[in-house]
């Protein structure tokens, strides 16, 4: 059974850093691009970051360029999100997501976890 | 403001049947064949519901449905079941430098 399982998420202070983690399982992890997407509380979905398989193509949304960094660990069957200069708006379920093999671009994720929550806050 | 637009709500029956719509640009949408519906129930991650325009995962039922027309994208909800009712997002790939948006999401309620 596939299962993304995210931690890592807290109260931080505005400028703040914090580092997510999703384990992987039930799948061979290292053949699948992950993303992270996350929703802001009442709000909609918001994609933030890709990482590729093998040797990874890394793609950002502009909202996070340069203070957020997505990695992942084949060996673990884990994937990060260091973010760091945290703001107010980066408040919000963050969710680890797969795309699917069949899915010819990243805007297809097949299976999320549960979500890890970050709030910013002073 | 999100890149997609979508409905803020839809409403139907049960047995009836719903579109919603997600309209995009020619950045997006217009160009690609990469859009993605999910469906989001309060309180549960998101399920891959449409994927590529009009393709179902396995497990979807073939009530739902999906097309897309110059800029504008739909899903089409047929047989409405009380399950149906939920959150529903569209996403487009928009290329090498966005790579993914999202519509604001479109509340479905079953009446």
């Known amino acids: 059974e596939v299962q993304l399982v995210e931690s890592g998420g807290g109260l931080v202070k505005p400028g703040g850093s914090l580092r997510l983690s999703c384990a992987a399982s039930?799948?061979?992890?290292?053949?699948?691009?992950m993303n992270w997407v996350r929703q802001a509380p009442g709000k909609g979905l918001e994609w933030v970051s890709s990482?590729?398989?093998?040797?990874?193509?890394?793609y950002y949304a502009d909202a996070v360029k340069g203070r957020f960094t997505i990695s992942r660990d084949n060996a673990k069957n884990s994937l990060y999100l260091q973010m760091s200069s945290l703001r107010a708006e980066d408040t919000a379920l963050y969710y680890c997501a797969r795309v699917p093999l069949h899915c010819t671009t990243t805007s297809c994720s097949d299976y999320w976890g549960q979500g890890t929550l970050v709030t910013v806050s002073s | 403001q999100s890149a997609l637009t979508q409905p803020r709500s839809v409403s139907g029956s049960p047995g009836q049947s719903v579109t919603i719509s997600c309209t995009g640009t020619s950045s997006d949408l217009g160009t690609y064949n990469f859009v993605s519906w999910y469906q989001q129930h309060p309180g549960k991650a998101p399920k891959l519901t449409i994927y590529?325009?009009?393709n179902r995962p396995s497990g979807v039922p073939d009530r739902f449905s999906g097309s897309k027309s110059g800029n504008t994208a739909s899903l089409t909800i047929s047989g409405l079941q009380a399950e149906d009712e939920a959150d529903y997002y569209c996403s487009s790939y928009a290329g090498s430098y966005t790579l993914v948006v999202f519509g604001g999401g479109t509340k479905l309620t079953v009446l």
């Open positions: 590529d325009v009009s």
């Open positions: 039930g799948f061979t992890f290292s053949t699948y691009t």
């Open positions: 990482i590729s398989s093998g040797d990874p193509y890394i």
